[in-house]
């Protein structure tokens, strides 16, 4: 009774001091650790918000609630021993209870060791707490988890240590979006790329000049210098800064990558800048902003190199900020890291020159002058940016189903544009600030002929070829409207053809909206989730449900590199009903299909929120791509995978999602 009367006091003081929003300051995660052959331990961490605590599992009787797991008994598994806490609590007289109390701050790990004799398998159950800060507490929370377990161990690694960990992102599935690593080289890339443009590279003489004023002192000048440099970057990281905290979560970027009006106007941007680029006109920003940077500069001082840098970004900008742009219209398509990221390796290259010419001005003569060299690497980004342009026209004519820009078509354009490059670099081409060009230099002649390459590299894929080196950006092979490659096999005799063969693959009845999509490599199967679990019972085989979309490069990347290897092939055709579920279209249904969200309580009209909302639901992530081996009503047989490059572990995991539903 007292413990209940105290959490009361606490609800009651939390409204009087006017605390009336949302409470919840924990966020849980869930994740699991291989000890031992068929040993496991599951792994549930808190991070708690700074100033606020959860209680510990041991809490004296009429205190407040404790930390418990609660397991729903399944045979898959079984329990060894009670869940038990890693993290040691520190032990404090809590006024509101009037007796010390063990809980925990900033971040709790606790454990709970299992036993199976299955290979895969999932725990799901619930954790119980409650939280408090000194003025307010949250009331009891249940909080579901679902822990997948047990991937395939390899046979190499049976033999291993019993010690060996095997970490799972059971709560964390996210499909790589091409890595922050290398998104934050790239940015670098773009910032010396940066740099070698006509309104930017002559602007490093004269920074060396504002800090060669006054070189008597030398550590002056130095602090100054790096000031200067540090000031650059920390603007460019700003900048991605506001872009992230601006972006809204996953919602934000699915919209973002597929909406038509978002990708129309990355289309227009990057066509704008494009044209800015070859001449047509400059980006500037207002006057004002420069005068107004520079004024402050001429005042001196320490902060006189903050201004200067500010004044480097600004007057840069109009050759900056199409790059610029380009960096934040991927970034924003991905976590929300990613501006940031991009943002920071940008002004750190950016910087780097500016900064060593100011530290060491004898340097400045070993510099290229300037010229029309500068011009044309103005122009050859605005044909890279023409050329990428076309990227966000393709994401709006697959998700929309508008098929007009298809692969052929797409490539066509491609290959006009790299020529024309080409041609440029070759100087056959010019433009009305380019410099004469009375010879060819070493560095040009390999330039024309990586870009030559690439265009007798393009024209192949008119005609059919995979070209999987660049499958993320294409659109669909099956959106060419002359395929050799399948063409030649349709003519063979049936046991003769193998890449585009069907022949083994097996359907109950005609797919529903098998006019809006297609499916890779001659592979036949279902774009709706009830029909192919349908087929699958009919059949008696496993159900491989491929949660995917039109926008998702790493969907296209797994199917040109994985599915089109032989093995991966064979085992996709035999012996699995593929179900494949575009979680970005936007092809609206009639309303008898509509669904309301048991997640946020909205209604789901289109094909793609409807997969969305059952890759949530079921599986609790959004990842894509997302595969998945369930039995014939839906449940996961073994651990979903989501991009994996390798066709032996992906082979691999088919095998085992197929001996397990055999052996049910």
């Known amino acids: 009774m007292i413990r209940k009367l105290a959490i009361v006091a606490f609800f009651m003081m939390s409204a009087a001091n006017g605390y009336t929003q949302i409470y919840d300051p924990v966020t849980w995660s869930f ?15 808190a991070i ?44 404090l007289f809590d006024e509101a209870f009037g007796f010390r109390i063990k809980s925990f701050s900033n971040k709790a790990e606790f454990r709970q060791k299992v036993k199976s004799t299955a290979p895969s398998f999932s725990v799901s159950g619930i954790v119980n707490f409650m939280s408090c800060n000194n003025v307010t507490c949250s009331p009891p929370k249940d909080v579901e988890f679902r822990i997948q377990v047990g991937a395939p161990v390899s046979a190499s690694s049976s033999s291993s240590s019993s010690e060996e960990t095997v970490l799972a992102q059971n709560t964390k599935l996210q499909s790589p979006k091409s890595g922050l690593l290398r998104f934050f080289i790239i940015s670098m890339l773009a910032g010396f790329a940066g740099i070698l443009t006509p309104c930017v590279f002559p602007m490093i003489p004269m920074t060396v000049a504002f800090f060669s004023q006054g070189s008597d002192n030398r550590s002056k000048s130095v602090l100054k210098a790096v000031i200067f440099g540090v000031s650059i970057v920390l603007i460019y990281t700003a900048l991605g800064l506001i872009v992230s905290l601006t972006s809204a979560g996953a919602g934000f970027a699915n919209t973002l990558s597929t909406h038509w009006i978002p990708n129309l ?18 980006i500037v920003l207002p006057d004002k902003w420069v005068t107004g940077a520079d004024s402050r500069v001429d005042r001196g001082g320490i902060a006189a190199s903050f201004f200067m840098g500010l004044t480097t970004v600004i007057v840069s900008f109009s050759c900056t900020g199409p790059i610029i742009g380009v960096l934040l219209v991927e970034a924003a398509t991905g976590d929300t890291l990613r501006p940031t990221i991009g943002m920071l390796g940008f002004g750190l290259a950016f910087a780097l020159p500016f900064t060593i010419f100011a530290l060491f001005p004898s340097m400045m003569s070993r510099l290229p002058r300037s010229g029309g060299w500068l011009n044309s690497v103005k122009v050859v980004l605005g044909f890279i940016m023409l050329a990428f342009s076309m990227k966000f026209l393709m994401t709006i004519d697959s998700v929309y189903s508008f098929k007009i820009l298809s692969r052929d078509i797409f490539l066509s354009i491609w290959i006009v544009i790299f020529t024309l490059l080409g041609l440029y670099l070759l100087g ?22 990586a870009v030559f390459s690439f265009v007798v590299y393009l024209i192949p894929g008119l005609f059919g070829a995979p070209l999987r080196g660049l499958s993320a950006m294409l659109p669909s092979p099956e959106t060419s409207g002359f395929n050799l490659a399948k063409v030649i096999a349709e003519e063979k005799p049936v046991e003769q053809s193998s890449m585009f063969s069907d022949f083994t693959s097996e359907l109950c009845s005609s797919p529903k909206y098998d006019d ?19 087929c699958a019972r009919e059949l008696e085989k496993p159900v491989l449900l491929d949660f995917k979309g039109h926008a998702c490069a790493n969907c296209k990347m797994m199917e040109a590199k994985v599915w089109s290897e032989p093995g991966v092939l064979q085992r996709l055709r035999e012996d699995f009903v593929i179900v494949a579920l575009y979680v970005d279209d936007r092809t609206q249904l009639p309303e008898k299909d509509w669904i309301t969200s048991s997640i946020d309580g909205k209604i789901k009209k289109t094909i793609g929120k409807i997969n969305e909302d059952l890759e949530i639901t079921k599986f609790k992530t959004n990842a894509l791509p997302l595969y998945v081996i369930t039995d014939h009503d839906g449940n996961s047989l073994n ?25 049910r």
């Open 31 to 45: 994740d699991y650790e291989r000890k031992a052959e068929n040993s496991y331990e599951l792994i549930f961490t």
């Open 48 to 91: 708690i918000e700074k100033g606020s605590h959860i209680y510990s599992m041991d809490v004296p009787e009429g205190g407040p609630i404790s930390t418990t797991f609660a397991f729903d008994t399944l045979p898959d598994y079984t329990l060894e021993g009670t869940a038990f806490e890693v993290t040691t609590p520190e032990e």
């Open 265 to 282: 106007l990355f289309f227009a941007l990057f066509l704008v800048f494009a044209i800015s680029f070859f001449g047509a006109f400059e």
């Open 428 to 449: 056959k081409i010019r433009f009305s600030h380019d410099s004469d060009l009375p010879y060819l230099g070493t560095f040009r002649l390999f330039l024309v002929i």
């Open 516 to 534: 809006i999509f297609n499916m890779p490599m001659g592979l036949k199967g279902y774009y709706e989730y009830r029909q192919g679990l349908a």
């Open 639 to 663: 651990t979903p995978m989501t991009t994996n490059l390798d066709p032996t572990d992906f082979a691999r995991w088919l095998d085992e999602g197929k001996e397990l539903f055999y052996s």
